[in-house]
């Protein structure tokens, strides 16, 4: 069975940072590329960012590129979402999947991260 465990969100005040992970199981996660999306309170799902297989590619949303950054460890099954200067409109319920862009799909419970002061 193919799971997805995200953790790592908080609340953080404007500017701060977090450090998200996904741990997957059920699958060989080393030959899948991986994303992050998000859900903001009343909105779709948003594609964040992707990262290849082998983590030798990655793509970012423009709203996030240069304060995001995707990685994943194959060794440890799992992967990460560093987020930088942080803002109130990255509040959001974040989630990783399986795939390279992918929105929808399997995802895990996901992990919330509120920015507020």
């Known amino acids: 069975e193919v799971q997805l465990v995200e953790s790592g969100g908080g609340l953080v005040q404007p500017g701060g940072s977090l450090r998200l992970s996904c741990e997957a199981s059920g699958f060989t996660f080393s030959n899948n590329d991986m994303s992050w999306v998000r859900q903001a309170p009343g909105k779709g799902l948003e594609w964040v960012s992707s990262?290849?297989?082998?983590?030798?590619?990655?793509a970012y949303a423009d709203s996030v590129r240069g304060r995001f950054t995707i990685s994943r460890s194959n060794h440890e099954n799992t992967l990460y979402l560093q987020l930088r200067s942080l803002n109130t409109e990255d509040t959001a319920m974040y989630y990783c999947?399986?795939?390279?862009?992918?929105?929808?799909?399997?995802r895990g419970q996901g992990t919330q991260v509120t920015v507020s002061s």
């Open positions: 990262i290849s297989s082998s983590g030798g590619a990655v």
């Open positions: 999947t399986i795939g390279w862009r992918e929105v929808t799909g399997v």
